[in-house]
């Protein structure tokens, strides 16, 4: 007996214990603040620190945000070892210094490079250091690799990021893999396995519709291009729709509780990306919806599909591990929807554990916080311009 009790003991502290394998990283969406959208170039250690401290005062990293990511401009050469130097005005006390006081308020600690020679700001890539970065990063305490595809000089992207990704690998250090290749070669046919997220679109905007020259695109756009990518989502590997940029002013209240809800919806990773010492409780309502942001971290991993195309109005459906199911209704025009919508008649077919025909489901609006009928009745509700109806069906 008393030898069974002591193998347990052992078992149970191998496993407690255990260092995550590299699958494990990302069970659900990763979840941070990256630097980039807001500040662009104008990174440094005291911004990141007072970026990780306004994590925890605002109650974000209680509602589960957890990664902390300088995004380009932090590096700024080689030495003749061919080390990566941070940027010694920037970040005087260096990047182990700043990791140790991220992982000292219970958040990691995010960075980022680029497969090509330069970053997209023209700083050292890895192309050619991968490894030696690796354990550099390492060595400093990163628990999340951002990389970019500039400079990128016709390699293979599937090679390119499988060098980093083994790099990664045996670096050490449980390291996140953010594949940044802008969904140019489809990296949700190949990613998995050798990172947890790949972007599947250029660059966000921070406004509803719009599309720019050199490919970056407002939140309906992108959108649009996750329609057919939910077969590729799922726990540990997810696609990327780009960082969050509620809060930043380009929006209205209703575009930015459109851009947060469908984020959630799809099972994207939800990276804020403004500034967080400064927020007004607009943005503070949307970033810390508990309600909204548990769709996104459904253990289950399922992206939203859409069920129901009408041109301007859309609405999706994202089955969750509960056995219940999150639906949005999104309207796309500059007119309120006033919708009429009879539950009997739909068709989410996908969703396999809830039976609107047979049984009857509580609708709990995840914005108002509240019950607004249930299954057996109409609803009838007005949905603002660009604006959503996000709801989920429980269980009486
Ligand atoms: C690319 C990426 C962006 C950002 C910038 C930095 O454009 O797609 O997300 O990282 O580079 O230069």
């Known amino acids: 007996m008393k030898r069974i009790f002591a193998l347990t003991i052992i078992i149970i502290s ?9 699958e494990e990283l990302a069970p659900t969406p990763p979840m941070g ?34 990664y902390i990511v300088i995004d380009d401009c932090w590096q700024i050469s080689r030495d003749e070892q061919g080390n990566i130097v941070p940027d010694p005005e920037r970040f005087p006390s260096g990047m182990k210094a700043l990791a140790d006081y991220i992982h000292s308020l219970g958040l990691k600690f995010g960075i980022y490079s680029c497969a090509g020679s330069k970053t997209c700001q023209a ?16 060595s400093w305490g990163v628990d999340y690799l951002k990389y970019d595809w500039c400079y990128n000089e016709d390699q293979n992207p599937k090679a390119a990021y499988k060098t980093m990704s083994d790099a990664l690998k045996e670096c050490g250090r449980p390291i996140v893999f953010s594949i940044c290749e802008w969904g140019e070669s489809n990296p949700w046919e190949w990613a998995k396995g050798i990172g947890h997220l790949w972007r599947t679109t250029a660059d966000i905007r921070d406004c509803y519709q719009c599309v720019f020259d050199w490919g970056g695109l407002g939140v309906l756009d992108i959108i649009d291009k996750q329609v057919e990518l ?30 947060f809800s469908m984020w959630a919806m799809l099972a994207a990773p939800l990276m804020a990306g403004n500034d967080l010492r400064d927020m007004d409780e607009s943005t503070k309502m949307i970033l810390i919806n508990t309600d909204v942001i548990a769709v ?17 109005h859309e609405i999706w459906a994202k089955s969750l591990s509960d056995g219940e199911v999150a639906v949005c ?4 025009t500059d007119k309120p929807w006033n919708l009429n919508y009879d539950w009997k008649k739909q068709t989410m077919y996908f969703v396999r554990d809830v039976n609107i025909r047979k049984n009857t489901y509580t609708v709990y609006d995840l914005w108002q916080h509240k019950t607004i009928g249930n299954t057996d009745e109409i609803l009838r509700e007005d949905i603002p311009a660009h604006g959503v109806l996000m709801v989920k069906l429980m269980k009486k």
């Open 329 to 332: 209704f999104l309207n796309r």
């Open 33 to 66: 603040w990256n630097s980039w959208n807001k500040f662009g170039c104008n990174v440094s250690e005291s911004l990141i620190r007072e970026m990780a401290d306004a994590m925890v005062l605002s109650g974000m990293r209680d509602a589960g945000y957890e």
């Open 14 to 22: 191998v496993f407690a214990g255990r260092a995550q394998t590299f």
């Open 230 to 259: 939910w077969r590729y989502a799922g726990p540990g590997h997810w696609n990327d729709p780009d960082m969050l940029e509620v809060g930043n002013g380009g929006m209205t209240e209703d575009e930015y509780i459109t851009h």
């Open 123 to 138: 700083r050292p890539g890895s192309r050619g250091y991968q490894f030696q970065d690796a354990r550099t990063y390492a």
């Open 296 to 312: 996104n971290q459904d253990t289950k991993g399922e992206q939203a599909r859409r069920f129901m195309d009408m041109g301007e």
